[in-house]
Nanobody, 118 residues
């Protein structure tokens, strides 16, 4: 059974930092295309960052230079380092995984809430 469990969310002041983690079980992160999504209040879920099996990242424009996606394949954990957090980053953050780039994301976590105070 595949499980993705996010943690690390919470309240942060604008300009501060937060690191989200996504612990994967039932899959090995080295074989999967991984990503972070977020859903802001009243908005549709959107992609934040992706990391392919070769470790190449992509970022949504608004987080470039502030967020870093990475993974520890030995521990099967995906991370999202969030620096210089802005009020508009407040959202529920989800990690997701799929085997092939062309597929839809098959596995999703339950989400972790990030609140930003200004």
């Amino acid at each position: 059974q595949v499980q993705l469990v996010e943690s690390g969310g919470g309240s942060v002041q604008a300009g501060g930092s937060l690191r989200l983690s996504c612990a994967a079980s039932g899959i090995t992160t080295i074989r999967y295309f991984m990503a972070w999504f977020r859903q802001r209040p009243g908005k549709q879920r959107e992609g934040v960052a992706t990391l392919d099996q070769q470790g190449r990242p992509t970022y949504e424009d608004s987080v470039k230079g502030r967020f870093t996606i990475s993974k520890n394949n030995d521990r099967n954990i995906l991370y999202l380092q969030m620096n210089n957090v802005k009020p508009e980053d407040a959202a529920v953050y989800y990690c997701a995984a799929k085997l092939r780039v062309r597929d839809d994301f098959r596995y999703w976590g339950q989400g972790t809430q990030v609140t930003v105070s200004s």
